[in-house]
């Protein structure tokens, strides 16, 4: 069985800045794309971005210039580097992987973790 799980979330400050880890446990092989997304109370689940295998980025227009995701493959961990927090970015923030392969062949896709509160508050 595989896990995603989420650290580095909390209280912070506006203007502060916070790093948010997903790693993924387990006996995995590869993970194609990781994302980081985030639900505030009565919203629905919202994209923030998104890192291929390959290192290329997509980010919601949203946290363009204060967000930085990434993520180091050999330890099957993403993270994101949370910039200039503002009182909107508080939410729940989810780690999802589209499809991990395991190393004896077996494959889960869509799979998230459990998520990390931010609130970002004076």
């Known amino acids: 069985q595989v896990q995603l799980v989420e650290s580095g979330g909390g209280l912070v400050q506006p203007g502060g800045s916070l790093r948010l880890s997903c790693a993924a446990s387990?006996?995995?092989?590869?993970?194609?794309?990781m994302g980081w997304y985030r639900q505030a109370p009565g919203k629905e689940r919202e994209l923030v971005a998104t890192?291929?295998?390959?290192?290329?980025?997509n980010y919601a227009d949203a946290v363009k210039g204060r967000f930085t995701i990434s993520r180091n493959n050999a330890k099957n961990t993403a993270y994101l580097q949370m910039n200039s927090l503002k009182p909107e970015d508080t939410a729940v923030y989810y780690c999802n992987a589209d499809k991990i392969l395991s190393r004896d062949g077996r494959r889960w896709f869509d799979y998230w973790g459990q998520g990390t509160q931010v609130t970002v508050s004076s």
């Open positions: 387990g006996s995995i092989f590869s993970i194609n794309v």
């Open positions: 890192i291929t295998s390959g290192g290329s980025a």
